[in-house]
């Protein structure tokens, strides 16, 4: 019961924090380390997503998927150094750092390994990970960027470090219980719906980590 309000109570959080809509000033300019964000994939217009219901086949973990409501709660994802490794809360993400992306109403992480996507037959992608969000490396994550960081206002692309393919959404949709969400795989080369951009979300900067401050958008 405690991990289960703990759950509840950090995404109502979140939710509040990303629909306050009082700083319409500077814009945070960089994706940084602990940051909580929605990530949009460029191509579909469509957020990564995730939520407590397992592939049917495969590796029958926790399903990643896309989705075109911008205010659902479960496509919220924070910014996280790799396996054993600490990031600086608030640092700018350089691209080709490493990280994990951790989905904040379960706990689990971004993950992909060999197993066949359920409907396009290319690489799963789907959630891992322990009731304290530990995994393995097959939840590493390469920021592919020009310049050197991850701006909010580019477009990335997401590598796996373990198989060297790139997150990307397929086209497809799901039935129930997931009716109208799309397949999100992993493929081979970086074509465009491998593009992602930051959304709405929470984005900590290091010179206001001392006095709590942050810059969020509008759900």
């Known amino acids: 019961m405690t991990k289960h309000f703990s759950t509840i109570f950090y995404m109502i959080f979140v939710y ?78 350089s691209c080709g750092d490493i990280v994990r992306l951790q989905h904040v109403g379960t706990k689990k992480n971004l993950h992909s390994h060999h197993f066949s996507s359920p409907l396009s037959g290319n690489q799963e992608v789907s959630c891992y990970g322990d009731d304290n969000g530990e995994g393995d490396t097959g939840d590493h994550w390469e920021v592919i960027c020009s310049g050197e960081h991850w701006l909010r206002d580019a477009s990335v692309k997401l590598k796996h470090v373990d198989t060297d393919m790139y997150l990307a959404v397929s086209g497809r949709t799901f039935g129930r219980p997931i009716n109208g969400q799309m397949e999100v795989m992993a493929i081979h080369h970086p074509r465009a719906e491998g593009d992602w951009k930051a959304a709405e979300g929470i984005y900590i900067h290091a010179n206001e980590v001392k006095d709590h401050s942050h810059v969020h958008t509008e759900l």
Request: aromatic share 6%; glycine share 8%.
């Open 16 to 93: 509040f924090m990303c629909n306050l809509g009082i700083t319409q000033g500077a814009r945070a300019k960089y994706v940084t380390c602990g940051s909580v964000l929605k990530l949009m994939n460029v191509a579909y217009n469509m957020r990564l997503h995730s939520h407590d219901v397992k592939y049917g086949t495969g590796s029958g973990q926790q399903s990643v998927t896309a989705t075109e409501i911008q205010e659902d709660v479960n496509s919220h994802w924070v910014i996280r150094a790799k396996t054993n490794r600490q990031c600086e809360r608030g640092a700018p993400v």
